[in-house]
């Protein structure tokens, strides 16, 4: 599953980034690493925007850049 594909409180584990993408190396940095929890916590005016919660931060990413991050949803309790 994608990144982008999450809907507005969903939570999820970083799985892999596509290491093609011209800023997976960036993306790594910012935290989404493989087993790293990731969290939409704010869908923006824009529907391609959405802010995410990762390691006690939020981070705005585009939908675009969010397809390049492989997630592993975690299921409802």
């Given at each position: ?30 935290g ?46």
């Amino acid at each position: 599953m994608k990144l982008s594909q999450l809907s507005l409180g969903e939570k999820a584990f970083v799985n892999t980034v596509d290491p093609s993408c011209a800023f997976a190396q960036r993306l790594i940095e910012m935290g989404f690493s493989n087993g790293t929890e990731v969290e939409v916590v704010i869908r923006g005016i824009s529907k391609h925007l959405k802010a995410y919660k990762i390691k006690n931060t939020v981070v705005a990413i585009r939908d675009e850049l969010a397809e390049k991050i492989n997630v592993i949803l975690i299921s409802e309790r």
